[in-house]
């Protein structure tokens, strides 16, 4: 127990000096931009930045969900032989109205509705997302609520997915994004004072469609014809398209987009590429309507409508418009990240200040400072020199956290500061139960030796014990917690395992240097 052979000494000795090379770069400014500096980054609660509260429009959601099951319920009474029908979406009663004009077809309607069914494999109750009612002519297919609660979750979870991949297109460094309930999303911005462009990044559903246009439809008319729907032309107020409500080719099938200049024109446009699917519609549309405008919809405004010159074979093409160095930019993270499930607004809006910053820093590091200053004066006052070995494995331990912390490229957040002080509390009690074993078997009569072996082998069973039950306690705080409740936990998790290492192994090396200088010396206990 005693016994440090040289290579665990050089082990030792070489952690400690391996966490204080790599905890540096918090202190030192990166020498290039190529170096992999690694450092512990502010939150939003010690940086400053801004915070955001979005909420996921339910409403979108169940609405676009009645008009896919609309489209597939006409589909399945054609298939069925039913010619006279009506199909009529009911978003506010979330439920669809099927009137079936043709007796004694109704039996036949239902069977092919019913069709239409499914379960989703990962429900609990296990029951169809589809409720069903007759009467005399009508059926009334209603979403069930299991369905409809199993979608919210699903629409938040995929916009939380996206927004995440908008903003670090933006190159916001840290960004903290979590759920709130069922159907609001919690963005945290570390030291973006102005969420504007990251607010109009977000609050776009970004959804992009390729269609073909009616050339013959008078825009000027109050009414579109059927199929057809007058949309904006980006750039030009006032102007209308008349455009095919037929998607030809979805947004969902672009791999790629990004911002560029036009060689010949130099204004700015975005190229775009598709997956095999997109490439083969892409082509097969474009072949068949050489000559025909193609228009180009983004959120239900024709941001381009070029006319079709040759087949696009090659599976890529170019968006062109009024655009800007930003505007092409921001188009271009957008389509990459991916198309909303449902349009996001802004609940509530905070910005925090660098000055909230810089007090709650002042004020963490004064508490933090106190903290380890009172701790090192007890250790001393109580426990002699081996006492300042404690204090000495206590200011390794904190080293010892910044270098994992910055390897993790951790956020700290006021709880993290928390949870450091916490840790060196939990630290120095590993020290106190070894030196009062030592101290007590020293006392009954044990040489100096013996009495530091039995010290530390009687007392490490009760920490490794006590530092396991918190560190299963902290592991469910970090797998069920959200936001700075994580890092608190990881601030403590990392920190009893560092404690462990420092408590056990650096300080016993001390005690047993100072042993084999002073062998016939008492112990300073």
Sequence with gaps: MM??????????????????????????????????????????????????????????????????????????????????????????????????????????????????????????????????????????????PVALHDKALAAVQQSIEIVRRRIDATGVVDPIITRQGDSRI?????????????????????????????????????????????????GHPGAKVAVRRRVEVDGANLTNATAGQNPQTGEWVVNFSFDSVGTRRFADITRRNVGHPFAIVLDGQVISAPVIREPITAGSGQISGNFTAASATDLAVLLRAGALPAPLSVVEQRSIGPELGADAIRAGALSLAAGFVLVMAYMAVFYGLFGWFANVALLVNLVLMVAVLSLLQATLTLPGMAGILLTLGMAVDANILINERIRE????????????????????STIVDSNATAFLAHVMLFVFGTGPVRGFAVTITVGIATSLFTATMLARLMMVRWYAANRNAPLPV
């Design 3 to 144: 016994y440090f052979s040289r290579l665990k000494t050089l082990l030792v000795l070489g952690t400690c000096i391996l966490g204080l090379l790599v905890s540096l770069p918090n202190l030192v400014a990166a020498p290039s931009a190529w170096v992999p500096w690694r450092t512990i980054h502010l939150g939003l609660d010690l940086r400053g930045g801004s915070y955001l509260l979005m909420e996921v429009d339910m409403a979108s959601v169940i609405r676009e969900r009645l008009n896919g099951l609309a489209d597939s319920a006409r589909q399945a009474l054609r298939r069925a032989g039913i010619a006279r029908f009506l199909v009529t979406p009911d978003a506010k009663q979330t439920r669809l109205v099927v009137r079936i004009d043709e007796p004694g077809k109704e039996a036949a309607a239902l069977a092919a509705l019913q069709a239409l069914a499914t379960t989703d494999p990962t429900s609990l109750t296990g029951q169809p997302d589809l409720q069903f009612a007759t009467a005399p002519g009508q059926i009334t297919v209603t979403l069930s």
């Design 186 to 234: 919690v963005v945290q911005l570390p030291g973006v004072g102005d969420p504007n462009r990251i607010k109009e990044l977000l609050g776009k559903t970004a959804r992009m469609t390729f269609h073909l246009t009616d050339e013959g439809a008078n825009t000027a008319a109050p009414v579109p014809p059927p199929g057809v729907d007058f949309l904006p032309l980006e």
């Design 441 to 460: 078997e020293y006392k009954a009569g044990r040489t100096p030796l013996n009495a530091m072996e039995a010290g530390f082998k009687r007392a490490y």
